[in-house]
């Protein structure tokens, strides 16, 4: 892997306080079934792009893209398509 | 031990400096005094924000790296010369500035110390921030999990916590670390001297037998090979966690 | 009155007052690079440009037809919607406008299509009269890969995620086709001047 690569790759650890935000309670031990290749991946272990113009999460199995968030005027669009099924407990 | 609140939004809150320790020529760690501060687990970071005078705004990560006993809130920044971020945190920032943060983040990247498993912590530069918080943790509940803690540095100047970690080493009480110096070594060093591989991970790991937990921390590159190698070596995916830095952040 | 950190400045950046910058945009030095994925690897000889959709007759060029086409050098200020300008960026690149021509359609819209699954979309009209290129160099040298080399689509008058990326191809269509972005926040159209940054804006 190249240095640019690396740089811009992260994981699900790295989004923990914004998914705090939006689902108002700690996310990264979530289990998300992938829409796409039907794995399932912690949050903590997500592939996670956060230089972008919104974050990209992207399964670290298939590299289907899992999730977009956008933030912008006061507002959250969040867009989950790539996650078939998430299971968390309260 | 105290537990964290996993439910509710977290709020921005102030952090003050208290201290400001050098690790290594490039590392410091912010010691802070965080009114209100809930409790953390050992893994878990805080997020801060920095706001300029023009209203631009810019947030980091960053793993705490006080066990949750402590009364103070520490975290461990790489100044990294062309960074955003760290150069204001070790540079600028002086005792009784305020710094904004929020926290504790994290339930995927944690130890609390119950489990019986043993340990083995695989950590690449400031990637043993984390890797140190579950080390003083054990260490301050006097905890005997056995525990080995695989740590790669450029050079020994660049160990961070190097003589704090050869003291709790020598306590004999099951924690061993293992050092491996990849751009330098002093000399007569008879330790590792490259960067982590699977002979050395078969030397250091436990015995996958004995069905240890993992937790990888470092740069993406490093952390990447590390883990697959170690699920290549047959060690349960499940058990091996891993936080990637990126490019450490800046 | 919110919180200023004490003594951070930040990353350089200038918003002084230019009639060059669009409103709540700063000025950088560097060249961010954004991302949404892995960077994608293209070698030469797999690399194709593709023209398809409402057109009687999809055409394709390889690298090497590709770079025996008219090509132009343009400097242009471009605008991401992060926030960062950057003046006098120079480009070389073959015009879509040499692209789309003889080409007769009915299609109202674009999408820009990349190695990687990104795209993005555009009415037909703002990627043509001189307002788009393919662009394969940036300020004299080829494009790096992570700037979206071998080729990226250049629309300087839109915010620079209309510019996608190891562009694959354009899809000419009768009905908007709202792409990566546009479908989770970002406003459809993006013109940085009018500010349109999200949707509603």
Redesign the interface.
């Given at each position: 892997m190249t240095a640019q690569q690396s740089d811009m790759k992260l994981d699900g650890n790295a989004i923990g306080g914004l998914l705090r935000e939006i689902f108002a309670m700690e996310m990264t031990m979530a289990q998300g079934t992938c829409a796409n290749c039907g794995k399932v991946h912690m949050v903590g272990e997500v592939v996670v792009y956060l230089h972008a113009p919104g974050v990209v999460v992207r399964c670290p199995s298939c590299d289907n893209v899992q999730m977009k968030i956008v933030q912008g005027r006061g507002k959250y669009w969040v867009d989950m398509s790539g996650v078939r099924c998430l299971e968390f407990s309260v | 031990m105290a537990g964290t609140a996993v439910l509710g939004r977290l709020i921005w809150q102030f952090g003050t400096l208290a201290e400001l320790v050098q690790e290594t020529p490039k590392v410091a760690s912010l010691i802070l005094d965080v009114p209100g501060w809930t409790g953390h687990l050992a893994g878990q970071h805080v997020d801060v924000r920095l706001t300029a005078d023009d209203g631009y705004q810019t947030e980091r990560s960053y793993s705490i790296a006080s066990p949750p006993e402590d009364s103070r809130l520490a975290i461990t920044v790489e100044r990294l010369d062309d960074g955003e971020v760290s150069p204001y945190l070790v540079g600028e920032l002086r005792k009784g500035d305020k710094l904004e943060l929020r926290g504790p983040i994290g339930g995927y990247f944690v130890w609390r110390g119950e489990d019986e498993r043993p340990v083995l912590l695989v950590g690449g530069g400031s990637g043993v921030v984390p890797l140190m918080a579950m080390i003083r943790h054990r260490a301050a509940n006097h905890l005997k999990t056995p525990t080995r803690l695989l740590y790669s540095s450029r050079s020994l100047d660049d160990v961070i916590y190097r003589a704090e970690l050869e003291r709790l080493a020598s306590a004999g009480d099951g924690l061993t670390v293992t050092h491996t110096l990849t751009r330098m070594q002093p000399p007569g060093w008879s330790g590792y001297a490259r960067r982590i591989d699977s002979a050395m991970l078969a030397e250091v790991a436990w015995p996958k037998a004995q069905m240890p937990i993992v937790y990888v921390c470092g740069p993406t590159p490093m952390v990447e090979s590390a883990a697959s190698l170690l699920v290549d070596m047959g060690y349960d995916p499940a058990s091996v966690k891993t936080e990637r830095f990126g490019a450490t952040g800046g | 009155m919110?919180?200023?950190?004490?003594?951070?400045?930040?990353?350089r950046?200038d918003?002084a007052s230019s009639s060059r910058l669009p409103p709540g945009q700063?000025l950088v030095n560097d060249f961010?690079?954004?991302?949404?994925?892995?960077?994608p690897r293209i070698p030469q000889a797999e690399w194709s440009f593709v023209i398809e959709g409402e057109i009687d007759k999809p055409r394709s060029w390889t690298w090497d037809e590709f770079r025996k086409l008219p090509t132009e050098q343009v400097t242009k200020d471009i605008h991401?919607?992060?926030k960062w300008s950057k003046f006098d960026t120079g480009w070389t690149g073959v015009s879509v406008d040499t692209l789309l021509e003889g080409v007769d359609t009915a299609a109202e819209y674009v999408v820009e299509f990349s190695y990687g699954?990104y795209t993005t979309n555009l009415p037909l009209e703002d990627v043509t009269g001189g307002k788009a290129w393919v662009a394969f160099e940036f300020d004299g040298q080829p494009l790096h890969?992570?700037h979206g080399g071998p080729a990226r689509m250049l629309v300087p008058h839109l915010y620079f995620?209309k510019s996608a990326k190891w562009i694959r191809g354009l899809r000419l269509v009768n009905e908007d086709q709202p792409g990566?972005?546009e479908?989770?926040?970002?406003n459809n159209y993006g013109d940085p001047w009018r500010e349109q940054?999200?949707?509603?804006?």
């Open positions: - | - | 919110s919180f200023i950190s004490r003594g951070f400045r930040g990353k950046r918003t700063y961010p690079v954004l991302s949404a994925g892995p960077t991401c919607v992060t699954g890969p992570e995620w990566f972005w479908q989770n926040g970002y940054r999200y949707w509603g804006d």
